[in-house]
């Protein structure tokens, strides 16, 4: 699990609010509006790009695991993001997988990873050739292998995601408090 949060500069908003003239109600309107857009576009950031970072086969099984949460304290309110980056399916990832003596192996964008006393066979679930493992010494019941996915996600978040927060959130800001001072005045 991995959460981002971000503080935003009270001076550089007080000298937008003054530049444009807007009122209390206006830039509060406007606050929670970018708040949301931002976390949005963040969202729709994080899947596509951890999707090709990871080698994942569809960005699905990412969006379900990136979360917005919205709280409200005091006269403000803030936007977290929430990353779950427990393992992953191996039928999940792109990639080619073998058998071979003493297990089985996986090698793609994700990496190459042996996991010993396990067998290639087709996933029920996926419909995909994947890397499953005995629970017991018995025939059933078996399990799915998984890849970790925790490292590679944080450093791209941290890297890529994280780096253009702010600029996200400042075009989403000016850009709605603007069309509210011009547009929503005048009517």
């Given at each position: 699990?991995?959460?981002?949060?971000?503080?935003?500069?009270?001076?550089?908003?007080?000298?937008?609010?003054?530049e444009?003239?807007?009122?209390?109600?206006?830039?509060?309107?406007?606050?929670?509006?970018?708040?949301?857009r931002?976390?949005?576009?963040?969202?729709?950031?994080s899947?596509?790009?951890?999707?090709?970072?990871?080698?994942?086969?569809?960005?699905t099984?990412?969006?379900?695991?990136?979360?917005?949460?919205?709280?409200?304290?005091?006269?403000?309110?803030?936007?977290q993001l929430?990353?779950g980056?427990?393992?992953?399916?191996?039928?999940?990832?792109?990639?080619?997988?073998?058998?071979?003596?003493?297990?089985?192996?996986?090698?793609?964008?994700?990496?190459?990873?042996?996991?010993?006393?396990?067998?290639?066979?087709?996933?029920?679930?996926?419909?995909?050739?994947t890397?499953?493992?005995r629970?017991?010494?018995?025939?059933?019941?078996?399990?799915?292998?998984?890849?970790?996915?925790?490292?590679?996600?944080?450093?791209?978040v941290?890297d890529?995601?994280?780096h253009?927060?702010?600029?996200?959130?400042?075009?989403h800001?000016?850009?709605?408090?603007?069309?509210?001072?011009?547009?929503?005045?005048?009517?």
């Open positions: 699990m991995s959460l981002l949060d971000f503080e935003i500069d009270d001076s550089a908003l007080q000298r937008v609010v003054s444009l003239g807007a009122a209390p109600r206006e830039v509060r309107l406007s606050y929670n509006r970018a708040l949301s931002t976390a949005a576009t963040l969202r729709k950031m899947s596509k790009g951890l999707q090709s970072e990871l080698g994942l086969r569809r960005a099984v990412l969006r379900r695991r990136i979360k917005s949460l919205r709280a409200k304290q005091g006269k403000g309110s803030e936007v929430w990353y980056l427990n393992d992953l399916p191996v039928s999940e990832f792109k990639g080619k997988v073998h058998t071979g003596e003493g297990g089985a192996s996986y090698a793609g964008p994700a990496g190459s990873h042996r996991f010993p006393n396990a067998f290639a066979a087709r996933s029920e679930r996926a419909g995909r050739r890397i499953m493992r629970i017991r010494q018995s025939r059933l019941p078996i399990t799915e292998e998984r890849l970790p996915i925790k490292d590679r996600a944080d450093v791209y941290e890529e995601i994280f253009q927060l702010e600029d996200i959130f400042w075009r800001f000016r850009r709605d408090l603007e069309a509210r001072v011009r547009y929503l005045r005048s009517k």
